[in-house]
C-alpha cells in the first residue's frame, strides 16, 4: 500500500513512529519541535493584526513545546504575547527546552484563570497528538471557556480534545478557526466533526522526509485524484463503446423509475460505452417515455433478470436505487455476483441483505473476485453490520468500513459529508470535497450511477469508487447551492475535462 499514490493520513501512533525514525536518523527532536513552532508563528503573523494581543495555552508535553517556540519567535518580534500553562510545568526534555528558552526571553506567564476574551488570537498548544483520555477538570473547563469566549483560536497540530485519531471530540474539544499540523495530515482532520472543528487546516513541512512517511502510513489516503488518476479511464479513439463497457441497471416498479435512469444517466456521463434498463413491462412502459440513448429490456423477476445478464457484453450492473427491498432483489444481486460481473450495490440492494452480512460475503465470495461495490449510508450499514462484532464497535469511521470491507470482500463506500472509501486489504480513503447541498434526493443514486460506469470502463473497484465519490462532489461543488439530482450527470462533463486536463499534464511531467 506504501507503494500506492496519494496523500497518505497519519494516526498519532505512525506520527510517533516517523518522530522516532526522523529523530534516529540524526535530527533532534528539539529541531522537529523548532520547525513545528515556526510554522505555527507564521500561522499567528497571518491571523493576528499588529498589536494584537496573543495568548498561548500551553500544555505539558510536545504539543505544549511547540507553542513555547511560537511565544518566542512572536515575542522576539515585538508581538504582545502572554503564555498560560494550566496543568503546569512542561514534562518532556524537548518542551522544557523550548519552555526554558521562552522564559530566558522575559516572556509574560498569566494565571488560569485569566480572561481569555480579553485576547484577539489563542494559540491552543494544550494537547495534540497525545491525548489519551476525554478532557476533565481544568483542561475541560478552560476549553469549554474558549469556546465560549468567542475569540479566534489557532490550534496546534489539532484542537485539543480532539481525537486525531477517529475525529470525535473526547468530552469537548477546542473549536478552531485553523490549525496548523506537521508532515502529514491526520484522519481526524478530515472525518466529523473534526473537520469542522480545525477549521482550515494547514501542514507544515518539519524535515520529516516523504519515504519515513511512506513507510510509517497505514493506507489512509485523503480522496484526491493522485489516489486513482493512474487507472481513471482515458476517451481514446480506439476504444469504441463496445469496449467501455456496457452496464445493466435493475428498475424499481413503475411507481419507482427514476432513481434507475439517474443511474444509468450518471454511467454514461462518465464514459460507460452503453447503459441499458432492466425493468417489469409496466415500468419499461415509463421508462420509455423517457430515455433515448439508454437502452430498455423487459425483464418482470429475477428469472429474467440472470437471464439478460447470460450476454456477457454486461460487464457492470448497478442493482438497488428504488429496486425494492426483498427476496426478488437479493436474487437478482446473487445472479450478478455469481456470473463475476462488476457489481454496484446500493440502498435497497444493501437493505435485502440486513442482518445478512455472512450471505452476502457468501454470494460476494463466488464471483471469484469480480469487483463489488457497496455503497451504503449509515442506516444501509447499520441495518447490514449491526450486530457483527469488530465492524460497528471499532473506533473511527475509516475502521467501521475497512472491517466491513474486510468482512464481505466488497469495496465499502460508507457515505456522509466525509464519505469513506474501504477496501478489503485495509486501503481506506477519506472524501472532503463533498458540499452540503450534495445531500439531496436522488444523489446517491447518481453515485451508484458513476461507480458503475467507470466499473464498466476496466476500473478497479477501490480507484473506481474513489473516483466516483470525488467526481460527485466536484460535480455538486460545480453547480452550487439550489443543485437537485437531475442537475448532477450535467456537471460531469466539465469535471472530466478537468479530470483529464490534470492527467495530460501529470502525464506530461512524468
Ligand atoms: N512529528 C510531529 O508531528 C511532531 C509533533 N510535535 C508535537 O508533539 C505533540 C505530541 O506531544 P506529546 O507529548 O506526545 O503529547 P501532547 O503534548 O499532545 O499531550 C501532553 C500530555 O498530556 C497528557 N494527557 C493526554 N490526554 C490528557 C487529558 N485528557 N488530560 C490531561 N492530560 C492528558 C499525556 O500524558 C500527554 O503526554 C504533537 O501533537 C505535536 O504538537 C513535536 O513538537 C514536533 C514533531
Ligand atoms: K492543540
Not at 497519519?10 to 519541535?33: F, K, N, Y
Not at 457515505?415 to 445531500?439: C, Q
Request: proline fraction near 5%.
Amino acid at each position: 500500500m506504501a507503494s500506492q499514490s496519494g496523500e497518505h493520513l497519519l494516526r498519532a501512533a505512525q506520527m510517533a513512529e516517523a518522530d522516532r525514525i526522523t529523530i534516529a536518523s540524526g535530527v533532534p527532536g528539539h529541531e522537529l519541535m523548532a520547525r513545528a513552532g515556526s510554522g505555527v508563528a507564521a500561522a499567528a503573523r497571518r491571523m493576528a493584526a499588529p498589536g494584537a494581543r496573543i495568548l498561548v495555552i500551553c500544555g505539558t508535553g510536545n504539543n505544549g513545546g511547540d507553542g513555547y517556540v511560537a511565544a518566542r519567535l512572536l515575542q522576539a518580534e515585538g508581538r504582545d504575547v502572554a503564555v498560560m500553562a494550566p496543568l503546569g510545568p512542561a514534562t518532556t526534555a524537548d518542551a522544557g527546552r523550548a519552555a526554558a528558552d521562552w522564559a530566558h526571553g522575559r516572556g509574560a506567564a498569566v494565571a488560569i484563570d485569566a480572561d481569555v476574551a480579553g485576547y484577539d488570537l489563542v494559540i491552543d498548544a494544550l494537547f495534540g497528538a497525545g491525548l489519551n483520555r476525554p478532557l476533565d477538570g481544568a483542561a475541560l473547563d478552560l476549553a469549554r471557556r474558549l469556546n465560549a469566549s468567542g475569540r479566534p483560536v489557532l490550534a496546534v497540530d489539532v484542537p485539543s480534545g480532539l481525537n486525531a485519531d477517529s475525529g470525535q471530540a473526547m468530552a469537548a474539544s477546542v473549536r478552531a478557526a485553523a490549525t496548523v499540523t506537521f508532515a502529514a495530515r491526520k484522519p481526524g482532520q478530515l472525518l466529523l466533526p473534526g473537520r469542522l472543528l480545525c477549521g482550515d487546516v494547514t501542514c507544515v513541512d518539519i524535515g520529516i522526509a516523504p519515504e519515513t512517511i511512506a513507510r510509517v502510513a497505514g493506507g489512509i489516503f485523503r480522496n484526491s485524484p493522485d489516489l486513482w488518476q493512474a487507472s481513471f479511464p482515458a476517451p481514446s479513439l480506439e476504444a469504441h463503446k463496445y469496449r467501455r463497457g456496457h452496464v445493466l441497471c435493475g428498475s424499481g416498479g413503475p411507481l419507482s423509475t427514476g432513481a434507475i435512469r439517474l443511474a444509468a444517466r450518471s454511467a454514461l456521463r462518465v464514459g460507460a460505452g452503453l447503459a441499458t434498463v432492466a425493468a417489469g413491462l409496466d415500468a419499461c412502459r415509463a421508462h420509455a417515455a423517457h430515455l433515448t440513448a439508454i437502452m430498455i429490456r423487459e425483464a418482470e423477476g429475477a428469472g429474467d433478470f440472470a437471464r439478460l445478464l447470460d450476454d456477457a457484453r454486461f460487464n457492470a450492473v448497478i442493482l438497488g436505487p428504488a429496486g425494492g427491498v426483498g427476496p426478488e432483489l437479493a436474487a437478482r444481486v446473487e445472479a450478478a455476483a455469481r456470473r463475476g460481473r462488476a457489481l454496484v450495490m446500493d440502498a435497497d440492494a444493501i437493505s435485502s441483505f440486513a442482518g445478512a452480512p455472512e450471505r452476502l460475503a457468501a454470494v460476494i465470495a463466488a464471483g471469484e473476485g469480480a469487483p463489488v461495490v457497496m455503497t451504503p449510508h449509515d442506516g444501509e450499514f447499520a441495518r447490514l453490520f449491526g450486530d457483527v462484532a469488530g465492524v460497528m464497535d471499532v473506533g473511527a469511521k475509516y475502521e467501521r468500513a475497512v472491517a466491513a470491507a474486510r468482512m464481505t470482500g466488497a469495496i465499502v463506500v460508507l457515505k456522509g459529508a466525509d464519505t469513506v472509501i474501504a477496501a478489503p486489504d485495509g486501503r481506506a480513503a477519506i472524501n472532503d470535497n463533498a458540499p452540503p447541498w450534495l445531500g439531496t434526493a436522488g444523489s446517491g443514486d447518481v453515485l451508484s450511477g458513476l461507480v458503475g460506469g467507470l466499473l464498466a470502463q476496466g476500473m478497479p473497484g477501490f480507484e473506481a469508487a474513489a473516483a466516483a465519490v470525488w467526481i460527485h462532489g466536484a460535480a455538486a461543488q460545480a453547480f452550487g447551492p439550489g443543485l437537485i439530482s437531475e442537475d448532477l450527470p450535467e456537471q460531469v462533463p466539465a469535471v472530466l475535462r478537468r479530470l483529464l486536463r490534470q492527467g495530460a499534464q501529470a502525464g506530461a511531467a512524468r
